[in-house]
């Protein structure tokens, strides 16, 4: 079994899914597996995934036979988890090479924390950084309320990797927060245990005209608010 996975929920954005897939497997840190969760896109979304699987065994493939949704869809791969650790990615999104070496390394040193945060870079597919999260933060060891204080902002989790072992207590991403559910989801993890801040950049956020977090960003965060 390897120690972490990455889940990479994808529709049809075969062209895009197949970089954030390469993204995980040029990682320093080979002991991984990448599960890809398609939400029955009905293109070459398959193809794509079984052109880089049948070259590399730690990439798998589910494509359910109909529509989950967005965050129905990343609950089912979180639900799947069976290694220790676990990382959750868009499909448009990037990792740079020594985050997991980095994170796990953290986390298998800090045996108390389930989290850890690294900065996250946003950007746009032409290249345009126009933010980089957690440039103001302490590196270490935070307990709560600490890190849910400072992920309250609404850093998303590309550059996050979890234990599996907290979801005894906090359960599942939940589907019903709507696109604002991976923020629930984190801060629920930063409200109950220690988390290990870093300031390594270790992820690229994706922001293009067809991405859930520009189309509407206000309205999916307002929405999500009461349930959080």
């Not at 929920?9 to 597996?33: H, N, W, Y």
């Not at 550059?159 to 927060?177: E, H, K, N, Y």
Request: net charge negative; hydrophobic share 45%.
């Amino acid at each position: 079994m390897a120690l972490v996975t990455t889940i990479i929920p994808t529709f049809r954005r075969p062209r895009m899914l197949k970089g954030a897939i390469e993204s995980v497997l040029a990682q320093t840190f080979e002991d991984l597996e990448v599960n890809v969760y398609d939400d029955a896109s009905g293109d070459d979304t398959a193809a794509v995934v079984h052109s880089i699987s049948s070259r590399d065994s730690r990439v798998h493939y589910v494509c359910h036979p109909k529509r989950l949704g967005m965050m129905a869809n990343f609950a089912y791969g979180v639900a799947h988890v069976k290694t220790p650790f676990f990382h959750i990615m868009s499909d448009d999104d990037l990792l740079l090479p020594d985050f997991f070496r980095i994170g796990i390394g953290e986390l298998q040193r800090n045996h108390e924390a389930m989290l850890f945060v690294g900065r996250l870079i946003m950007a746009q597919p032409d290249g345009y950084v126009f933010g980089v999260t957690g440039d103001a933060w302490r590196e270490g060891l935070e307990v709560p309320p600490s890190t849910f204080i400072k992920l309250a902002a609404g850093d998303t989790w590309t550059s996050m990797i979890f234990c599996r072992d907290a979801l005894d207590t906090i359960g599942m991403p939940d589907p019903q927060v709507g696109p604002a559910g991976d923020h629930d989801f984190e801060l629920r993890v930063a409200a109950l245990y220690p988390a290990i801040i870093s300031n390594a950049l270790c992820a690229i956020f994706c922001i293009h005209s067809a991405s859930s977090s520009v189309s509407d960003p206000l309205t999916h965060l307002l929405n999500g608010i009461p349930r959080i």
